[in-house]
Each structure stands twice: as C-alpha cells, then as structure tokens.
C-alpha cells in the first residue's frame, strides 16, 4: 500500500515538474501575459490592435506575425491551435477550446459577440481584431484577454468574450513560437 501511495505522489511530483517552467523562468505565454499586464492603461506602439501583439511577442522572446492566412489581413501569429466560425445552427470549430491559453494570440474577423451578463445584455462587435488571452475559464468557453484599439481606445484593456455568445464571423486562436 505505502509503495502505490509514494508511487503516485512521485508521479504526480514529475508531471509537475514536466508541465511547469523551471523555477525562477516564466514560459512564452507568462512572459506575454506580463507585457501586456504591465502596459495596461498605456498605449503600445502605434496604439492599432497588431501592435499590442507584436511588441508581446517581441518582449517575450518569440516569432513575431507569420504570413497573412487565409486571405490577405487574415494575421497568424504561431501553431494554430484552435478555430471557432458561427454557424447558423452551431458554431463550426477545429481543434479544442480545452487547449487555449494565456500568452496565446487571437485574430478575429467580422466577428459579432451577443448575449446576456449580469444587469443585462451586451454586444460586441469586431471587423478585424487581433487580441492577446489573458485568462482562460469553463473549459475553454470563457476567453479574457488583453487589447488596444476598441471603442476609440488606443490602450491596453481587459475584455472577456464568452464563446457561446458567437453570432457572425470567426476567431483564431494561435500559440506564439519561441524566436
């Protein structure tokens, strides 16, 4: 009994230590997340929603915007990881929303957010956006991140979006690639 109990501590010890960064190092994705936390309220670079990405993903080490894919504008940002699009019915998706996270970049296109919160109902609405996750909840379903350039604002805010509330266009969720 005591060798199947030191057994399971040990291994849960070691999928510890495979997952998480070396003491003392941040990975990619914290490193990302910590710019954009850091310059919170300020304006990076030219202020558009791109720049807050790039400057992340400089500051953290990692590749900066790949090629436009699949049309022109349409911004990569490292390994796609996972793909919603509205539908009329359901959302159609590629990959899984279980594998999004902090430090990841988000490109959105004619994208149209509508549902209710606490207090009432809200809309969001984004032609082309690029936005940075800050925080990941409910299995993938509720994305907080990080932005410039929304609602005349051409400083870092904080936003959430609920993927359920997706009603027109579609989002990309990338993971920025060590430089």
């Given amino acids: 009994m005591r060798g199947r109990i030191f057994g399971l501590i040990l291994g849960c010890y070691v999928a510890v230590l495979i997952g998480a960064a070396p003491?003392?190092?941040q990975s990619l994705g914290e490193k990302i997340v910590a710019y954009c936390q850091e310059h919170k309220g300020e304006q990076v670079g030219d202020g558009e929603c791109a720049s807050l990405a790039n400057?992340?993903?400089?500051a953290a080490g990692a590749k900066g915007r790949g090629p436009d894919r699949p049309e022109k504008g349409d911004y990569t940002w490292g390994t796609q990881i996972?793909?919603?699009?509205?539908?009329?019915?359901?959302?159609?998706?590629?990959?899984?929303?279980?594998?999004?996270?902090p430090g990841d970049i988000i490109q959105l296109r004619d994208v149209k957010f509508k549902g209710r919160r606490p207090g009432g109902t809200y809309s969001m609405i984004f032609a082309h956006h690029t936005a940075v996750v800050a925080g990941v909840e409910d299995g993938g379903q509720t994305i907080h991140i990080f932005h410039q350039n929304f609602g005349g604002k051409k400083i870092v805010m904080t936003a959430t979006y609920n993927l359920a509330d997706l009603k027109e266009g579609w989002l990309r969720f990338y993971r920025p690639v060590a430089g």
């Fill in 23 to 25: 003491a003392g190092q």
């Fill in 55 to 58: 400057h992340a993903l400089r």
């Fill in 82 to 101: 996972f793909h919603i699009e509205a539908q009329e019915s359901a959302p159609k998706t590629e990959g899984k929303s279980l594998d999004i996270k």
